[in-house]
């Protein structure tokens, strides 16, 4: 079990920024990843990106080059720093867990962004 506290979303205009936070803890795995995953309405979930505790990091053609990602191992947490923002990133961005030993993942309840003028 993963209990995750997420923080960062909101209203940014188009071209802004935004820093996504998320605290994770209930759980300890020897090979992991955390990461984000997004959904606007009325469409599907899509990957973001996500980084493993080695500090492999890997991006969604749609974010490369706007979107960092980033972990602080000590504290559980995981950030997603968002630059260069587009409406169309509008969406509830949810923190994961993954478990590389078992595939197992686990979902925080998602924070809301909104790219808007």
């Known amino acids: 079990q993963v209990q995750f506290v997420e923080s960062g979303g909101g209203l940014v205009q188009p071209g802004g920024s935004l820093r996504l936070s998320c605290v994770a803890s209930?759980?300890?795995?020897?090979?992991?990843?955390m990461g984000w995953f997004r959904q606007a309405p009325g469409k599907q979930r899509e990957f973001v990106a996500d980084?493993?505790?080695?500090?492999?990091?890997n991006y969604a053609d749609s974010v490369k080059g706007r979107f960092t990602i980033s972990i602080e191992k000590p504290k559980n947490a995981v950030y997603l720093q968002m630059n260069s923002l587009k409406p169309e990133d509008t969406a509830v961005y949810s923190c994961?867990?993954?478990?590389?030993?078992?595939?197992?993942?686990?979902w925080g309840q998602g924070t809301q962004v909104t790219v808007s003028s």
């Open positions: 994961t867990w993954y478990n590389l030993n078992t595939g197992s993942m686990f």
């Open positions: 209930g759980s300890a795995f020897n090979r992991y990843s």
């Open positions: 980084i493993t505790n080695s500090g492999i990091t």
